[in-house]
């Protein structure tokens, strides 16, 4: 007749047996997998309703700010690899103008702006200041527009074509806060996250006389801002 002792530890034998364990991170990985394919076609789903957005659906979380709809760029967060993520740009005509790609853990092209007239991007400096240079992939001798985040969040875009532009942090909290850029001391702009409690990509408005690549820089700076 077997003890409590022995009695104990065949039932702990029983329950923690090889099989018994093998079967239960069997059944753990089947949950995590299921979890994430669920995840994933969420996610996919999630990404082609944001993508159906339109200039006129963004425009009214920016509108107020005071400036033109006609110089509205808006960026639609998009996954374009299992390891690249980053935007799809519209105007204010739905035309795509533009996908901005970020690469993570790199200094030279950090981040590539692609558009029809060619391919930029902006290098990131290695030091402990957050600086980019904007350069085209044609010639990378010299910067079309540096970036740099100054003490207290403020950021300077600075380019012999426009000077220098500024924003600095809204006082107070919000989940969507509102960007204001100044050139020369002037309000020419504003940027914005689109969505209110969901981050669906990011909207600037800045004067179309300013270059391009430099508007599409600075949304591109925006998507690392939020």
């Excluded at 003890?3 to 753990?28: C, D, K, M, N």
């Excluded at 980053?86 to 702006?113: C, E, F, N, P, W």
């Excluded at 558009?115 to 902006?122: H, I, L, P, R, S």
């Amino acid at each position: 007749m077997l003890t409590s002792g022995e009695l104990l530890a065949s039932r702990a034998a029983l329950t923690y047996s090889p099989f018994h364990v093998i079967a239960f991170l069997l059944a753990l990985g089947t949950l995590f997998a299921v979890v994430i394919f669920f995840s994933f076609l969420s996610r996919q789903k999630n990404i082609a309703k944001n993508l159906a957005l339109k200039a006129e659906d963004v425009w009214p979380q920016i509108r107020d700010a005071g400036f033109d709809f006609s110089d509205l760029l808006y960026g639609i967060w998009e996954d374009f690899s299992a390891t690249e993520r980053g935007m799809v740009v519209r105007d204010s005509y739905d035309r795509k103008v533009a996908t901005i790609i970020y690469h993570t853990a790199v200094l030279q092209g950090s981040i590539m702006i692609e558009t029809a007239d060619g391919t930029f991007e902006a290098d990131l400096a290695p030091d402990w200041r957050e600086r980019f240079s904007l350069r085209t992939t044609r010639d990378r001798s010299q910067s079309l527009c540096e970036f740099t985040r100054l003490v207290g969040g403020e950021y300077l875009f600075t380019a012999n074509s426009l000077g220098a532009l500024n924003s600095k942090p809204p006082g107070g909290l919000s989940v969507s806060p509102l960007f204001e850029y100044t050139l020369k001391g002037k309000p020419v702009g504003a940027s914005r996250r689109i969505g209110r409690a969901f981050d669906k990509g990011h909207m600037l408005v800045l004067p179309q006389h300013l270059p391009l690549p430099i508007r599409l820089f600075v949304l591109a700076m925006q998507g690392r801002r939020s």
